[in-house]
């Protein structure tokens, strides 16, 4: 079975870009979780969907970053616009129903650096 | 500041040496969680504690779950190369669901 697919694997654009990440969870996932890793602060959770639906965005830094989840089997992550403290690899997981024991399924991961 | 702080956060050993990498937290957790994340790749989920007190075994690797349910700690017996990796904890408190994680504790394992 495929993983989590994430897209693109590595983008590199200038500051001021609008940028797209885009994620497609394990098929019959509930749960979509988005998380951003940076040396300094580590792995970050900015935003999860539960059926498609946002439950915590607490973790989204402030109004340039967005996320949708239109169906069960896509989700994206909007920079706009997008600057250097941005740069940072972001991770999209999924699993079952999102319960605290449940086991999150992690992608590769989009690179992003912002110039 | 981390809600979950691990230590150390560098580990260099040799094979074949024993290693305990810790995870502390000041919240109190429904459960608990040990990844380890290779260069390149997501984090892969080693294995979920629910349990004060509890410890589990996965081959080499032992993990214990805090009687007070607020650290953890994994250790490693006789390390192997194929055991280098960042080692990633998380965390749910009772009342969020979603699992925070911390920074991590890096180690290379060498030959």
């Known amino acids: 079975d495929a993983g989590v697919i994430q897209s693109p694997r590595h983008e590199v654009t200038e500051m001021g870009q609008e940028v797209t990440l885009r994620c497609k969870p394990i098929?019959?996932?509930?749960?979509l979780f988005w998380y951003r890793q940076t040396m300094m602060r580590g792995l970050e959770l900015l935003i999860y969907?539960?059926?498609?639906?946002?439950?915590?965005d607490s973790g989204m830094p402030e109004d340039r970053f967005s996320a949708k989840m239109p169906n069960a089997s896509f989700s994206t992550l909007k920079i706009q616009p997008s600057e250097p403290r941005d740069s940072a690899v972001y991770f999209c997981?999924?699993?079952?129903?999102?319960?605290?024991?449940?086991?999150?399924?992690f992608g590769p991961g989009t690179r992003l650096t912002v110039l | 500041t981390q809600l979950l702080e691990q230590s150390p956060q560098f580990l260099s050993i040799q094979e074949g040496e024993n290693l305990t990498v810790y995870c502390n937290s000041s919240s109190v957790f429904s459960s608990l969680q040990w990844y380890r994340q290779e260069p390149g790749e997501g984090p892969v989920l080693l294995v979920t504690?629910?349990?004060?007190?509890e410890v589990k075994k996965l081959k080499r690797l032992t993990f214990q779950f805090g009687d007070a349910r607020k650290d953890s700690s994994l250790h490693i017996t006789a390390a192997q190369t194929g055991d280098t990796g960042l080692y990633l904890c998380a965390g749910a408190t009772y009342n969020n669901n979603d699992m925070r994680f911390g920074a991590g504790t890096r180690l290379t394992v060498k030959p």
């Open positions: 997981a999924s699993s079952r129903s999102g319960g605290d024991t449940d086991t999150q399924y």
């Open positions: 504690v629910v349990t004060g007190g």
């Open positions: 969907f539960n059926n498609n639906v946002p439950i915590d």
């Open positions: 098929s019959g996932h509930n749960s």
